[in-house]
C-alpha cells in the first residue's frame, strides 16, 4: 500500500469539439467512418481472458443502410454465462483488494484515451451502429463517456472521504466495500456512455461485472472494450456477454453471488427483472443493489408570457435530436391558445428545413431509428394520427424503411390531452401537442403532472417568474430533472445529475456520488485505544 492521501486531477467537463468543414476532428473521424465501414468485424465475447466464438452469430448492420453489414457478434449459451460469473467471482479479490487509485489510474487513462486516440473510432461506431450525426456521437460517445469517467473517479474519492467523527479515544471509520458477489449492467442501445459507464462505475468501486450490452449497440461496445483492456481493466473484472436477454438475465439472477444489477432500457423490461429478483430473494447471500433508469414521456409547457421561438426550439431540438431516441426527448408539449400560431409556424418551418439521411453527410439533421421493431412501431402510430378524428398531423407523417429505418419528424396536434402518444413512451421523432386555453395554467400543469405514469424530465418556459414558481411547485414529482427555459434535454454530467422517479427509474443520478453509493457496501469499523476491564459503571457505586 502507498503512502500518502492521494489527490485525483480536478475532474473538468469535456469541450463539445465542433466538426466544422476543413477542422481536423473532422477529417479524422470521416476517415475513421469510412474505414470502418468497409471492413467487417467479428465481435467475440469477453469472458476473464478469453475471447469466445461460440460460431452462433448474427449480423450488425447500420439502422440507415440495414443491408449493409458491418459485422458479426457472438451469441452466449447459458454455460457461457455461467463462466462469465465464475471468472468475475475469482477476479474478485485482487480487484477488491486493489488500492482505490490503482483504479482510479485505470479509468482517468480510459477517459484520456476516449479523449485523444480513440475519439474518432468511438464516434465512428456510434455513428454507424446508433445512427447518430456527429455532433450526437460526439457529445455521447465522447464528452459524456470522458465525463462519466473523469467526475466518477472525483465522486469516488470524495466517497471515500466522507468519515464519521472520532474521540481522542475512539477512532471511527467507515470502509467503503464493494459488494460481496457481482454486479450485473444491463445496457440500452441509445448512448455509448450509458453503455460503457453502468460496468464502469460499479467496477470502479471495487465490484465485478457481468455486462450485456444491447444488441443493438455492439458495434460501439467492441470499441469500449478496447479502451477498457488499453487503460488495464484486469481481466475478469468486466466480462461481456452477447445473447438472448431472457436466458442471460435469468442465468446471472440464479446466481446466488449475484449483489445488484445496473439497469438502463425500458420500464417493463426493468419491472419484469425486478420481479424475478424478488421471487429470488430467499436464494441471494446479499440483498442485491437494483438501480434502474427506465422510460419517460417527458414534456414541455409553454406559459403564455413565454417566448415563442424559444419554446419552438425547445421543441425542434428537443424532440427530434437523434429521432427522439433520448431517454429524455420531449415527445408531448402543452401551448396555450396565444402563443399557438407562431410556435406551430415556427416548428413547421424548423422541421422542413430538417435534412434526412445517412450520418456520413454532416448536412443530415436526422438519421435513421435504431432498428425495424422501432421503425414499425412507430409508423403504425403515425398511421393511427393519420385515422383518428383527435389528431391531426401538422408536419413529417411520412416513413421509408427501403434502405435505412427512416421516420420524418412528425408533429401530431391532438384535441384530446390523453390521447395516446400524449400517454405512451413511441421513442422516435413523434412530438404531440395540446394547445390549452391562455387562463388554465394551473389545469393544464395538473394535466401534465398527471397524464403519463413516468417521470423523468421535463421542461417549463415563461418569463413570468409567478408562473415559473407555480410549475416548480406543482411538478415538483413529475420530473427528476426538471428545466426552466431549455429543452429537457442535454444534462451534463457533473452539472445535472440525471435520473427520474415513478415508473422512470429508482432515481439513483447517473453522473453523481448518489450512484457510486449504490455499488458500495459501507463497514463501520470502531477502534477503542483504551479498553475497559471492568464492567461496572458509575451509577452502581455505593
Ligand atoms: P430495452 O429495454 O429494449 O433494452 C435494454 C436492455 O435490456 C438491452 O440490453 C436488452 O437486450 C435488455 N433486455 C431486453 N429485454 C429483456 C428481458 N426480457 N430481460 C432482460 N433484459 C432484457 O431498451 P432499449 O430499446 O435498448 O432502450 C430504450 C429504452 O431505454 C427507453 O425506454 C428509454 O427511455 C430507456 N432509457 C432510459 C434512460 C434513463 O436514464 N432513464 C436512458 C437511456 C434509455
Redesign the pocket.
Known amino acids: 500500500m502507498l503512502k500518502g492521501f492521494f489527490h485525483v486531477p480536478k475532474a473538468v467537463n469535456e469541450p463539445v469539439k465542433g466538426y466544422a468543414p476543413n477542422s481536423p476532428e473532422r477529417a479524422a473521424v470521416q476517415a475513421a467512418y469510412t474505414k470502418m465501414w468497409n471492413t467487417k468485424i467479428d465481435v467475440p465475447l469477453y469472458i476473464g481472458s478469453e475471447e469466445i466464438r461460440t460460431g452462433n452469430t448474427r449480423n450488425m448492420s447500420a439502422p440507415h443502410d440495414h443491408k449493409h453489414i458491418v459485422g458479426t457478434y457472438h451469441l452466449a449459451e447459458k454455460a457461457h454465462v455461467e463462466k462469465a460469473i465464475a471468472n468475475a467471482l475469482e477476479a474478485r479479490t485482487a480487484w477488491a483488494n486493489m488500492a482505490w487509485e490503482q483504479r482510479a489510474a485505470i479509468f482517468l487513462k480510459a477517459a484520456e484515451l476516449v479523449a485523444g486516440p480513440y475519439r474518432a473510432r468511438i464516434n465512428a461506431a456510434t455513428m454507424i451502429a446508433q445512427s447518430k450525426n456527429i455532433h450526437q456521437a460526439e457529445i455521447d460517445a465522447s464528452c459524456e463517456l470522458i465525463d462519466f469517467l473523469r467526475f466518477n473517479v472525483e465522486f469516488m474519492t470524495q466517497i471515500y472521504a466522507d468519515q464519521p467523527t472520532s474521540t481522542s479515544d475512539v477512532w471511527n471509520r467507515l470502509e467503503y466495500r464493494p459488494l460481496e458477489g457481482f454486479v450485473y449492467a444491463?445496457?440500452?442501445?441509445?448512448?455509448t456512455a450509458?453503455a460503457a459507464n453502468l460496468p464502469a462505475s460499479a467496477a470502479m468501486m471495487g465490484n465485478v461485472v457481468v455486462w450485456?450490452?444491447?444488441?443493438?449497440q455492439i458495434f460501439s461496445t467492441q470499441i469500449i472494450v478496447e479502451i477498457f483492456k488499453e487503460a488495464g481493466v484486469p481481466d475478469g473484472v468486466i466480462n461481456v456477454v452477447y445473447g438472448d436477454?431472457?436466458m442471460?438475465?435469468d442465468t446471472v439472477l440464479a446466481s446466488r453471488d449475484f449483489a445488484g444489477m445496473h439497469?438502463?432500457?425500458?420500464?417493463h423490461?426493468?419491472k419484469?427483472?425486478w420481479a424475478k429478483i424478488g421471487t429470488n430473494i430467499h436464494h441471494y447471500k446479499t440483498y442485491p443493489r437494483i438501480v434502474g433508469?427506465?422510460?419517460?414521456k417527458d414534456f414541455i409547457v409553454a406559459h403564455p408570457s413565454a417566448n415563442s421561438k424559444q419554446v419552438s426550439t425547445g421543441i425542434v431540438r428537443g424532440a427530434f435530436e437523434f429521432q427522439g431516441?433520448?431517454?429524455?426527448a420531449a415527445s408531448r408539449a402543452y401551448i396555450p391558445q396565444s402563443l399557438w400560431p407562431s410556435v406551430k409556424e415556427e416548428i413547421i418551418t424548423d422541421v422542413k428545413s430538417m435534412k434526412m439521411g445517412s450520418p456520413e453527410d454532416f448536412g443530415n439533421f436526422i438519421t435513421a431509428v435504431?432498428h425495424e421493431g422501432?421503425f414499425d412501431k412507430l409508423a403504425s402510430y403515425i398511421d393511427q394520427a393519420k385515422k383518428d378524428a383527435d389528431a391531426e398531423i401538422i408536419v413529417g407523417g411520412n416513413y421509408d424503411k427501403s434502405v435505412g429505418y427512416f421516420i420524418e419528424p412528425t408533429v401530431i396536434v391532438t384535441t384530446n390531452p390523453h390521447y395516446a402518444t400524449m400517454e405512451t413512451?413511441l421513442?422516435g421523432p413523434v412530438m404531440t401537442i395540446f394547445v390549452y386555453e391562455d387562463a388554465k395554467w394551473e389545469e393544464t400543469l395538473e394535466l401534465v403532472d398527471t397524464t403519463s405514469e413516468y417521470a423523468?424530465t421535463g421542461a417549463i418556459f415563461s418569463e413570468d417568474r409567478y408562473a415559473i414558481e407555480v410549475a416548480t411547485v406543482k411538478l415538483q414529482n413529475a420530473a427528476g430533472n426538471f428545466y426552466i427555459n431549455d429543452k429537457p434535454t442535454g444534462a451534463v454530467v457533473g452539472q445535472q445529475p440525471?435520473?427520474?422517479a415513478r415508473a422512470?427509474?429508482t432515481n439513483d443520478k447517473?453522473g453523481s456520488p448518489l450512484n457510486l453509493l449504490r455499488w458500495v457496501s459501507p463497514r463501520t469499523i470502531k477502534e477503542t485505544f483504551v479498553t475497559p476491564v471492568d464492567y461496572r459503571y458509575p451509577f452502581l457505586g455505593e
Open positions: 444491463i445496457t440500452p442501445f441509445n448512448f450509458i450485456k450490452p444491447s444488441d443493438s436477454p431472457l442471460v438475465t439497469f438502463t432500457g425500458s420500464t423490461v426493468f419484469d427483472i433508469e427506465t422510460g419517460g431516441q433520448k431517454c429524455s435504431i422501432s413512451e421513442f423523468l440525471f435520473g427520474g422512470s427509474g447517473a
